[in-house]
């Protein structure tokens, strides 16, 4: 059973209490739910502008910090043409003219090389460690905790990058040479710049500075909630760079909104994810240099971005219950007070129902109630006093039936008085009376026939035939009456009666005895498109201009017409039935004929002829 017909199966009091109840929980439910959907809206406005601008922020702050890196790696290139300096050295091979040829030269170009090593290492801080491959010697110098350490690589295992590039984050290694390191290595990212011989593209040697991450996290730790969200930076291949999680170092994200991030043209968006154990917005903004092509990623999750909005609707939540409660038990009240009264006059109508039609009823309430059951009362007593008069109103309504029987004729008896003046006619020879009686009996057949209000067009005809002969017998051979019925017309259906106004319209508006002789023609043709067309046309007076623009007026707005326009009348009526029979495509149009005439033309769309059943 649906809700509906429980509803209405209901008593009076079931559907008050459910009716207050919806009343009460309906705007609470309500009030909750937009409430928590415009602050979830709010939040989520606010926190997509705060984040992108934070991003931003840090974008900035690690692009300046990145190249502050890179600007103190280009210390290589200073002083190129002095002896002394770092480009002479490798440009020369770690040799110069003004030293002899012997150890000492390799001690003294050695701390010459440590020297310019060390102040790129006291640059920052940050340096780790810092190394630089020797391509023609095919040797690594490595400094690092003030010492510098040499060794020589085998043939054909150390490659060099072709641009400067920034690898992510590792555990720092020592390039291959004998130095003992501590049992775990710090993670570090490094700086890889290759060194050319200017002004061509041969490659001396390659610098490499490995930078601890601890600067590069302090600069991101405002854009996170720590123990709350997560903050990520890795480059386009999904490699990390920083993140908030630990050991970080050496992995690589792979996850599917890492490649929704990466698959993204914008410099900075956000979007929705809920996948993988994650559900919250992720936020980022990409960090882009010529030398790194980096991501700054913040995840938020949801129950960290709408717990606010949570404790709020858990607050409202329970608001509503206290009132929801209260709502319960002032239903019951109320429910109770309003049909106690009701059922009790229940029970009065069952009395009655049982025949006891003097019952006393005993409710005495002031409220409407009250007055119902003071109302019932009076209504009862005038049963009673009515009881008696209906049998009398009985009596006299049988009377009255039995005298419209006795007043009634059959319309049979008049065709076969009809008929039998028709026969006395023939009899007598007279076969004009006779063939007007059999046209008067066609048309009053046709008239009381009420079995369909749709009949054939050679129906239609043959009843404005009969009437046109009654018309002819009036007036003599001064009315002319031609017939052009197109071939397959004579089938189509079209309202019963929609023909004779017509016509009649021009023996009472255009047609004068006294005149030239009158000549009245009916056409039909049927058109491509299955269209009917019937033309009513005579050789009348006619309308003037004036007048046939008042009806057209009239017949395109439906306007109402004076009750003598009879013309008007006639015309609007066999409009209105031509379209509820052939829907409102249908159309009637007038025109008035040169040099005297009018016109009447029936538009009937798709008309079809009557299949046989």
Request: glycine share 6%.
């Amino acid at each position: 059973m649906s809700v509906r017909s429980l509803f209405r199966a209901a008593t009076i009091r079931k559907k008050m209490m459910l009716l207050f109840l919806t009343a009460t929980i309906v705007p609470i439910a309500a009030s909750i739910a937009i409430s928590y959907h415009e602050t979830r809206s709010s939040i989520t406005r606010e926190a997509i502008s705060k984040n992108n601008r934070l991003l931003a922020l840090g974008s900035a702050n690690i692009i300046n910090y990145m190249n502050n890196i890179n600007q103190k790696s280009l210390a290589v290139y200073n002083s190129m043409n002095v002896p002394r300096s770092l480009y002479y050295l490798l440009e020369h091979n770690l040799e110069d003219e003004s030293f002899p040829n012997g150890i000492s030269d390799v001690i003294e170009n050695r701390n010459l090389l440590k020297d310019h090593l060390y102040n790129i290492y006291q640059s920052m801080r940050e340096f780790y460690k810092i190394r630089l491959y020797v391509a023609a010697q095919n040797s690594s110098y490595l400094l690092w905790n003030d010492d510098i350490r040499v060794g020589r690589h085998a043939p054909g295992t150390i490659g060099m990058a072709p641009k400067t590039y920034i690898e992510p984050t590792h555990p720092s290694t020592n390039y291959g040479l004998p130095i003992k390191s501590p049992v775990r290595e710090e993670p570090v990212f490094s700086l890889h710049r290759p060194i050319f011989l200017a002004p061509s593209d041969k490659q001396l040697a390659e610098l490499t500075i490995d930078v601890k991450t601890g600067v590069l996290n302090d600069l991101n730790r405002q854009l996170y909630d720590a123990g709350n969200e997560e903050l990520y930076l890795v480059d386009g291949e999904g490699r990390l760079v920083l993140s908030s999680k630990p050991d970080f170092a050496g992995k690589r994200l792979d996850d599917g909104w890492f490649r929704e991030v990466a698959g993204s043209a914008a410099e900075q968006g956000h979007f929705k994810w809920d996948k993988g154990g994650f559900a919250g917005i992720i936020f980022f903004q990409q960090v882009k240099t010529p030398f790194m092509d980096w991501y700054l990623i913040k995840q938020t999750p949801d129950s960290h971005l709408y717990a606010a909005a949570n404790r709020t609707a858990l607050l409202n939540m329970w608001v509503g219950a206290a009132f929801l409660a209260v709502a319960v038990l002032a239903t019951l009240v109320i429910s109770i007070r309003f049909t106690k009264p009701l059922l009790a006059l229940i029970g009065y109508v069952n009395q009655i129902d049982a025949g006891n039609l003097n019952v006393r009823i005993e409710i005495q309430s002031k409220d409407e109630i009250g007055l119902l059951a003071k109302r019932f009362r009076s209504m009862m007593q005038t049963i009673n006093n009515l009881i008696l008069k209906e049998y009398r109103m009985e009596i006299a309504n049988k009377t009255m039936q039995l005298r419209a029987l006795q007043a009634q004729v059959n319309p049979h008896f008049l065709y076969n008085a009809l008929q039998s003046v028709g026969t006395v006619a023939l009899q007598q020879g007279n076969k004009q009376v006779y063939r007007l009686v059999a046209s008067l009996g066609k048309m009053m057949r046709y008239q009381m026939n009420l079995s369909g209000g749709d009949v054939d067009l050679s129906q239609e005809l043959d009843y404005v035939q009969a009437y046109l002969d009654l018309q002819q017998e009036r007036f003599d051979a001064s009315l002319d009456v031609i017939l052009m019925i197109g071939e397959g017309t004579r089938g189509i259906r079209m309202p019963k009666m929609i023909l004779q106004p017509l016509v009649e319209n021009f023996f009472k508006h255009g047609f004068s005895p006294s005149e030239r002789p009158a000549q009245l023609i009916i056409a039909s043709s049927l058109g491509e498109a299955g269209d009917l067309a019937v033309v009513v046309s005579d050789n009348g007076a006619g309308l003037t201009d004036e007048r046939l623009a008042e009806l057209n007026a009239a017949l395109a707005q439906d306007n109402d017409m004076a009750e003598s326009d009879a013309a008007g009348i006639g015309l609007r009526n066999v409009l209105s039935r031509l379209r509820l029979f052939a829907g409102p495509e249908a159309s009637l149009s007038i025109r008035r004929l040169v040099p005297h005439g009018f016109s009447v033309t029936l538009h009937i769309p798709h008309a079809q002829e009557e299949r046989p059943s």
